[in-house]
């Protein structure tokens, strides 16, 4: 771990031009330092994630996966018109910003009594 610390730069170097360095404590293996890909990251994700704002993910994102979830429950009729009524007051949103008009969207508000 010493050595680690005091030549740090010149390991990074080493990973950087591709090799793979298993660091150890009292020479019990604790970590490993390899490369990244380019086309894994971009520049400014790896950016946040050397300033401490972000860490990378330890599993690649799986879109199909993602998108399915909740694709089996069923949908009430209830909520299916609530969510109609959402999206055309969304796309009403649009064409007002658009168009430079106000739209009143006092028909979407929950009524008092509920």
């Given at each position: 771990m010493a050595e680690l610390k005091d030549q740090l730069s010149a390991y990074l170097h080493r990973v950087r031009a591709g090799e793979e360095l298993l660091i150890r404590d009292r020479k019990l293996p604790i970590a490993m330092l390899v490369p990244l890909n380019e086309g894994d990251f971009e520049a400014d994700e790896l950016s946040l994630v050397a300033s401490g704002q972000m860490t990378l993910p330890k599993?690649?994102?799986?879109?199909?996966?993602?998108?399915?979830?909740?694709?089996?429950?069923?949908?009430?009729?209830?909520?299916?018109?609530?969510?109609?009524?959402?999206?055309?007051?969304?796309?009403?949103?649009?064409h007002a910003r658009f168009l430079g008009h106000k739209r009143d969207h006092s028909h979407l508000r929950s009524r008092p009594g509920k």
């Open positions: 599993k690649r994102f799986r879109e199909n996966q993602f998108w399915a979830i909740g694709s089996r429950l069923r949908v009430s009729r209830k909520l299916n018109k609530d969510l109609q009524r959402a999206i055309e007051a969304e796309r009403e949103e649009k």
